[in-house]
Nanobody
Framework: QVQLVESGGGSVQAGGSLRLSCATSGYTYPTSTYFLGWFRQAPRKEREGVAAIYGAGVYTYYHVSVEGRFTVSQDSADNRLYLQMNSLKPEDTAMYYC??????????????????WGQGTQVSVSS
């Protein structure tokens, strides 16, 4: 049973940066065989995939709305997942969740592909 705990959320002004962290544990198989993803859910909106990473960082995937501004990475030695968020916009305001799934998927930004979820960390961006 994989456990995930997010941290690093907060309030920033538009144009600012935040770095989210997700502590992971409880892997049964090598961590390189898990997809790790970041999702977000804004008020009155559905949860959407933001970024994902696989193969110990070899493969990365991004939603078009964050490409070029956000960077997903992982520290396999420390079992941590990160999301560096730059040039933040008010529309990035949401609860951010990290998630994990074992094995490959061709749709890594789809919520239903993931088995394990953290509790979320709030990001608020003011204009």
């Amino acid at each position: 049973q994989v456990q995930l705990v997010e941290s690093g959320g907060g309030s920033v002004q538009a144009g600012g940066s935040l770095r989210l962290s997700c502590a992971t544990s409880g892997y049964t198989y090598p961590t390189s065989t898990y997809f790790l993803g970041w999702f977000r859910q804004a008020p009155r909106k559905e949860r959407e995939g933001v970024a994902a990473i696989y193969g110990a960082g070899v493969y990365t995937y991004y939603h078009v709305s964050v490409e070029g501004r956000f960077t997903v990475s992982q520290d396999s030695a420390d079992n941590r997942l990160y999301l560096q968020m730059n040039s933040l916009k008010p529309e990035d305001t949401a609860m951010y969740y990290c998630a994990a799934r074992r094995g490959h998927t061709t749709t890594p930004l789809v919520e239903t592909e993931y088995t394990y979820w953290g509790q979320g960390t709030q990001v608020s961006v003011s204009s």
